[in-house]
């Protein structure tokens, strides 16, 4: 299987903090991996170094047999990295239709847009309905589908999902990750997801990754990791959520 994402041993910081240490990971062609971890792991850190955004210290990556790293963002996007972040970030002041023709500024000519168009619109039909609309008095779920959607308008190799739940009820969590899965499935999008819902994410993903303070302390099939007993107790809460657990989590050296 191709390996369209590869980093290896990548550090990484925030000034004097390092925030990612020693992070190796890799992203099949067509499948999605997660990154669980809970806040201040670094995992919207390892996106952002993953594209161009913060430059990583050591360590490298290679994207679709390219070495990226140190590279700036516009090239990387340019080379088939599209990167949806955390809280959405739409143009507020553009209409729906206007972000997602921005999402293929990069694409060379203008063939296939409108198909493409009509491609988001199957998958967010409420998007269609509100493309004349700006973006910035859509809700919060709408917002979030056109952020995906105007990522999918670059015909990425890999997609960059970070927290695709976030603010959203458990109803538009549902569909956003039913709309993911679909797209893996039937346009074979590779994607690289950023997620807190372990549940929902390692029952979307093919493989996953824990990142802890900035290291990655486990890693293996979904079924592997929904069925190990640290994953199930600390993330999600089959287990309880004590302080006594809590305490057990911070004293863990290893993982079962």
Known sequence: MTTVLDVQNVESFYGAVMALRGVSIQVPEGQIVTILGANGAGKTTLMKTVSGVIYP???????????????????????????????REVFPFLTVE???RL??????????????????????PILRERRKQASGT??????????IGRGLMARPKLMLLDEPSLGLSPLLTQEIFGIISRLNHEQKVTMLLVEQNANIALHTAHYGYVLEL?????????????NSADIQEFYLGQ????QRGQKRWKKRKTWR
């Open 239 to 242: 287990q309880g959520e004590s």
């Open 138 to 147: 859509m809700s919060g779920g709408q917002q979030q589908m056109l952020a």
């Open 98 to 100: 206007e972000n997602l």
């Open 103 to 124: 999402g293929a500024y990069s694409r060379k000519g203008a063939a296939d847009i409108e198909d493409d168009l009509d491609m988001v619109y199957s998958y967010f």
């Open 214 to 226: 900035g290291r990655i302390v486990m890693a293996g099939d979904s079924e592997k990791l929904l």
């Open 57 to 87: 210290e050591k360590g490298h990556i290679t994207f679709a047999g390219d070495r990226i790293d140190g590279k700036d963002p516009e090239k990387i996007a340019s080379s088939g990295l599209a990167h949806v972040p955390e809280g």
